[in-house]
């Protein structure tokens, strides 16, 4: 599919080719005698497609971050309002507040009524300080645990929708269980009765993507990123400081990219997206996820909720078993 001409402000480093052709096409493109020019601008934008598809085959792990966080990309609720109708959100943890950082709400995505959760990030400044810029308290995944219990009750499939740097590691929310309410989500939706599919759509860091993490199908998009901790975390670690070097190593070292992560077998898919990245095309990231979610519900829901758990229990026991085997005499 040919790729979208991305028209925000933001521009990454290693496209900047692609976005120098691109202004070259808006240039003949805003002329008054624009069709005198339809083959030039023909002709660059096969160039910018070949260009293009070239530069995102070979991206670096950082520079997968780099995509993973464009303020242009499809966040949980952008993706929610492309493919959930009848979208109703619901709010609370019924024990201290209710978390923005948490989106919780129940939508159909096609034939399927549906639980989605998901970080949200916010996108203008007061409404990514109010999200706490997608980093939850222990009240947000209280109140994902709650909303699950209750899809859970009423038979509904659950998908959740991971995109944060980390759980928020402040005072308050040590205070109030941050480590203890993570930990729980895992433990519950590990035995929850009802399917669950998970996507990682952005950043997917730590705990704090675990804490929505565990499904029976796990999967990213193709640029978002899946690691124990950031390349910044753990480049100021083992290096003592953070800067564009240290963070390339770290991003190579802890093999975060979807490619990496369905090789370590630690997800099982891998979502296509547009050419360019998400932010270049939201509609068909959208389409993309969707189809992806429906496939996976319609083989899901046919399965007896004990088989689920079952299934679910020994997918992650899996993770990482080391098998000895004993050296031929």
């Not at 565990?214 to 193709?222: K, N, P, Q, S, Y």
């Amino acid at each position: 599919m040919p790729a979208t001409t991305y028209s925000g402000p933001f521009e990454l480093p290693f496209e900047t080719p692609v976005l120098e052709i691109e202004r070259q096409i808006s240039g003949l493109e805003s002329r008054p005698d624009a069709e005198a020019f339809a083959s030039e601008i023909r002709d660059l934008g096969e160039t910018r497609d070949r260009l293009l598809a070239k530069t995102y085959a070979s991206l670096t792990p950082w520079q997968t971050v780099q995509v993973a966080r464009h303020p242009g990309r499809p966040q949980s609720t952008d993706f929610i309002d492309r493919i959930c109708r009848d979208f109703v959100e619901l709010h609370g943890d019924r024990a201290f507040a209710d978390d923005r950082a948490i989106v919780t709400g129940l939508g159909r995505i096609r034939s399927h009524k549906v639980l989605v959760v998901g970080h949200r990030r916010g996108r203008d400044t007061a409404e990514k300080i109010a999200c706490n810029f997608g980093c939850a308290h222990p009240e947000g995944y209280r109140k994902a645990l709650q909303k699950m219990r209750f899809a859970e009750k009423y038979r509904l499939p659950i998908v959740t929708l991971i995109d944060t740097k980390g759980a928020f590691p402040g005072v308050g929310a040590e205070q109030r269980g941050q480590a203890e309410s993570i930990a729980r989500n895992l433990f519950e939706m590990s035995r929850l009765k009802t399917p669950i599919v998970c996507i990682v759509i952005g950043e997917g860091g730590s705990g704090g993507a675990l804490g929505i993490g565990v499904g029976d199908r796990v999967a990213m998009l193709e640029h978002a990123w899946y690691s124990v901790i950031s390349p910044e975390g753990c480049a100021a670690i083992l290096w003592k400081e953070s800067n564009e070097q240290t963070n390339s190593r770290a991003a190579e070292a802890l093999r975060l990219t979807a490619r990496d992560n369905l090789s370590n077998a630690l997800i099982d898919d891998v979502i296509e997206e547009p050419a360019g990245g998400a932010h270049r095309d939201p509609e068909a990231a959208a389409a993309h996820l969707q189809s992806w979610i429906v496939e996976q519900l319609n083989d899901l829901t046919r399965l007896k909720p004990e088989t689920l758990v079952r299934r679910r229990h020994e997918k992650f026991r899996n993770i990482g078993m080391v098998v000895d085997r004993a050296i031929p005499q």
